[in-house]
């Protein structure tokens, strides 16, 4: 059955449709069918399909994945879905199956009778069965018309899925990471040729297999550089996702060549497998596209700082500020949980420099916009008390203190800071 998909087939007690994706029951009497027909999804008809050309054996998920996914991505669990809403239309049970029966590390079997249909014939009903079909037909309307009104479920668009992985990725936590990979994967599923959904997908797995290698705080700053520096990245785990990206990253810039998304989640794949500069050269095409892509400056700054290019690295974190700036309104979502970290990370630069003017400033940047950041505050206060001004950066800690009611001692921290700083000084 080579041309199975432009066939009718009876399976079980349903009349596929495979040109159309129609499924009708054979019998609408029959109690286990019902009397409705229903239209199979485009992925679940070709996946029957696939299943009534082997009807009787196994078929694997390798074998799906070449047949229905060749020109797309499908994971495990997008097959298992498909799977699930295919068993749906038909009315079967999995615990009890009789259609598709899943054979654990092995695939499915279409357990069920195949047999061609005659495209010219027409099913005759018996008036029995015609009595029937109006009687019932009579009692669903009374029904839909006695039964109180239910709420009705939100379906997302293609463009909501991918705005809602989007904003789930950019929050740095792994449970919002995770969403962000199975709403990538469900954008795939409804459009196989949305690169922006590869270039997502690539990134959220090259940052679960950096950020998420060991046990790690929310929000918790970690360079993909370092990572990879101290071994991170060559788990098994880290190492497969890391290769996955690669492919999704490497069909993302097939489909759209020109895209800063594309090239920067192709870079972020380059940055964990330890080639820097080529990580370099594609975020520096990114940039050249879009200049506000503020990821992509803030991993180039990754970049520059683990091969000692300090200057460069500061220059671009101050950019990806200004990018951030310039964009907020548009993603706040997305930039916010990045906005005073970001500010702080700068500050903190020029503070490790000694250049006590710009660190203030930076401070009071972030301060300005998150006025209890603790970050912020007892930065501020470590300028304060090293110009010269001891009693307003105590006080600083003292307020700090009493509205956020701390655990840590911020005039303990202070002191740490300051401490560390005249030691460097010291060293150098």
């Not at 239209?39 to 078929?59: I, Y």
């Not at 959220?204 to 520096?229: D, H, T």
Request: charged share 20%.
């Amino acid at each position: 059955m080579n041309t199975i998909e432009s066939e009718k087939l009876q399976i079980g007690d349903w009349c596929i449709d495979f040109s159309s994706g129609l499924a009708e029951p054979v019998d609408p009497t029959a109690p286990l069918t019902g009397a409705s027909p229903v239209r199979l999804e485009p992925k679940s008809c070709q996946v029957l399909a696939v299943l009534a050309t082997h009807a009787g054996n196994v078929v694997s998920k390798q074998q799906l994945i070449d047949a229905v996914w060749l020109d797309s991505y499908a994971s495990d669990d997008t097959i298992a879905r498909t799977i699930s809403r295919l068993r749906t239309s038909l009315g079967d049970d999995p615990k009890h199956p009789r259609y598709i029966e899943t054979l654990p590390k092995r695939g499915y079997r279409l357990c069920a009778a195949v047999q061609p249909v005659s495209t010219g014939a027409q099913r005759a009903y018996s008036r029995q069965s015609l009595v029937w079909l109006a009687g019932l037909l009579v009692v669903l309307l009374v029904l839909a018309y006695s039964l109180p009104s239910k709420p009705t479920a939100v379906v997302a668009n293609d463009n909501d899925l991918l705005q809602r992985a989007n904003d789930y990725y950019h929050q740095m936590r792994l449970a919002d990471n995770e969403m962000a990979i199975a709403l990538y994967e469900q954008k795939l599923e409804l459009d196989p040729a949305a690169a922006e959904a590869y270039a997502g997908l690539a990134n959220a797995l090259v940052q679960k297999a950096f950020r998420w290698s060991e046990p790690r705080l929310a929000g918790e700053p970690v360079s993909i550089a370092e990572q990879y520096q101290n071994g991170a990245l060559s788990t098994p785990a880290a190492q497969a996702n890391v290769r996955r990206a690669a492919v999704l990253a490497e069909r993302a810039l097939a489909l759209q060549p020109d895209s800063a998304i594309a090239l920067k989640a192709l870079g972020f794949v380059r940055s964990a497998q330890g080639e820097w500069q080529a990580a370099i050269e594609l975020y520096e095409r990114a940039i050249a596209r879009d200049a506000k892509a503020w990821p992509v400056w803030i991993n180039l700054a990754d970049l520059y700082t683990a091969q000692q290019q300090d200057a460069a690295a500061l220059a671009a974190l101050e950019q990806a500020f200004a990018a951030m700036t310039l964009s907020y309104n548009e993603d706040p979502v997305q930039i916010r949980p990045w906005y005073a970290q970001l500010g702080v990370l700068i500050a903190d630069r020029y503070w490790q420099r000694h250049d006590d003017a710009n660190a203030e400033t930076w401070y009071r940047t972030v301060l300005s916009f998150a006025p209890l950041d603790p970050e912020a505050t007892i930065g501020l206060a470590a300028v304060l008390q090293t110009t010269g001004d001891k009693a307003g950066g105590l006080r600083l800690c003292s307020d700090l203190q009493r509205r956020l009611k701390q655990s840590d001692d911020c005039a303990t921290v202070l002191k740490r800071r300051l401490q560390s700083r005249a030691e460097t000084r010291r060293d150098n």
